[in-house]
């Protein structure tokens, strides 16, 4: 006579064991270079969002992402569709207008806060991301501002 409720048991060991080692293959499964590259490059974003004020060399972020400067700007560029430039560059100008709203800072201050070692290539990089010219900017959005 076949014990079922014996059988059953078996078979839900086995399930479950199943179910394991499937979790295990796809925990252990490898990862795509696509995936690879995207964690690269985040780790490299994540870098730059702490270390903007800072001199951001290429060489460093490559090593940051374990890559060859070349293929870290050959990657970046083909995962976002931009140069890692740009975006240190988008990165220092968000942060700019931040204290440009926030402080009285002078716009030389603020330029050297946000890792610019020179006042006019922080004013030529913002002009071509805010449309602006610093002082013009804040001048427009604390009047903005003050009619909230």
Not at 2 to 26: C, D, P, R
Not at 49 to 69: G, I, M, N, Q, T
């Amino acid at each position: 006579m076949i014990n079922y409720e014996s059988v059953h048991a078996h078979l839900h060991v086995v399930y479950v064991h199943w179910g394991f080692l499937l979790t295990l293959q796809t925990m252990n499964k490898p990862k795509t270079t696509n995936e690879v590259n995207q964690t690269k490059i985040s780790k490299v974003q994540e870098y730059i969002s702490r270390h903007y004020r800072d001199e951001l060399p290429l060489s460093k972020l490559a090593e940051v992402a374990s890559l060859a400067p070349t293929s870290l700007c050959h990657i970046y560029k083909a995962h976002t569709g931009s140069c890692l430039s740009q975006y240190i560059n988008a990165v220092r100008i968000q942060h700019a207008k931040e204290l440009l709203l926030s402080t009285d800072c002078s716009i030389k201050v603020v330029a050297f806060e946000c890792g610019y070692s020179t006042l006019t290539n922080f004013n030529r990089q913002f002009l071509r991301h805010a449309g602006s010219t610093p002082t013009a900017w804040r001048e427009k959005n604390i009047k903005d501002e003050s009619y909230k």
